[in-house]
């Protein structure tokens, strides 16, 4: 099967050839229209584990909800199971609706990869925020998207930023190359036909180790999932030890409930995770606190009403 395929996808007024040129060193003409709508372009990717070829498909979105429409039909499921890395370009700093605008394309591109790939499937999703003279997005833009990226699985680029944040990670283009990058491209290569991919020599065990980011985020949520349930237990020891002991089909009940509400947790914290794992440290971190507080009160409320979360 060929080499997954990068998307950049915005409104017609989005400056890709800017990015193109930074990405691969050069742009497509337009077509005969003037835009660069249904363009194709490549970039060759050259690291020091792999070289690749990557396709790259340029879409110009002009109605989110007709783009939708024609995307969620059975014959686009090929078309999205062969694309690897979705990129939103946006205008942020116009006024009128640009942040709605952001947040209902990343919504629709969601709902999209789900219904043909499913969740986990989509490779790195960024939603980056440009202007033709490189302004950096404010304090209030950044947090009015922050949330809304990490419910749909998308990590915020602020393309104009330069050098790195105070966690030491790269920002803007630096980030957004870095995050391709690392991209798993070879997601629907078949064993025998990894077309356009060369990793070149086997990854040393020190190499190794220092790509090893799974092990560190899984130990980061198995330590969150024990805080949560001891906090919850510990609660629950405290507003039943007033209470006459419960009979035997009543304990046999609450451990079945702690079963279930262990495992709905479980499969709530490693779907955040396996969601979060490309992102940066400090959004993963933000991304389990929020995971982990939406636990805590949904939880809660449960025990109140003393039945256990769906």
């Not at 640009?98 to 209902?104: G, L, Q, Y």
């Not at 960024?126 to 209030?140: C, I, Q």
Request: glycine fraction near 10%.
């Amino acid at each position: 099967m060929p080499t997954p395929r990068l998307i950049l996808l915005g409104t017609p007024s989005t400056p890709f050839a800017k990015l193109l040129t930074d990405l691969t060193g050069s742009a497509p003409p337009p077509n005969s229209s003037g835009s660069l709508a249904g363009v194709t372009h490549e970039w060759e990717v050259k690291t020091q584990y792999y070289n690749a070829t990557i396709p790259i498909w340029i879409d110009e979105i002009v109605d989110i909800d007709e783009w939708q429409t024609e995307f969620l039909r059975p014959e686009a499921k090929e078309v999205v199971q062969a694309i690897g890395a979705w990129v939103y370009c946006f205008r942020h700093g116009l006024g009128g609706d640009w942040r709605d605008t952001a947040e209902k394309t990343m919504k629709a591109v969601k709902v999209v990869v789900e219904q043909h790939s499913g969740f986990g499937e989509s490779g790195v999703m960024l939603a980056v925020g440009m202007t033709d003279t490189g302004g950096l997005m404010t304090e209030d833009q950044r947090a009015s998207l922050d949330d809304a990226c990490m419910d749909y699985g998308f990590e915020l680029v602020d393309y104009g930023a330069k050098g790195n944040n105070e966690f030491g990670e790269k920002q803007g283009f630096e980030r957004l190359k870095e995050a391709l990058e690392t991209n798993d491209w070879s997601g629907t290569v078949g064993d025998d036909e990894e077309e356009g991919l060369d990793f070149g020599e086997e990854l040393d065990n020190d190499s190794i180790d220092d790509l090893d980011i799974l092990g560190k985020n899984e130990a980061e949520f198995t330590a969150e999932l024990f805080g949560l349930k001891t906090s919850l237990l510990a609660s629950d020891s405290v507003s039943s030890a007033d209470s006459d002991a419960p009979d035997v089909e009543h304990v046999v009940q609450d451990q079945a409930a702690e079963v279930d509400d262990l495992d709905f947790m479980m499969g709530k914290l490693l779907a955040v995770r396996e969601q979060s794992a490309d992102l940066p440290i400090a959004q993963r971190k933000k991304a389990a606190a929020k995971a982990v507080q939406e636990l805590m009160s949904r939880d809660v409320a449960s025990m109140g009403r003393g039945t256990v979360p769906d």
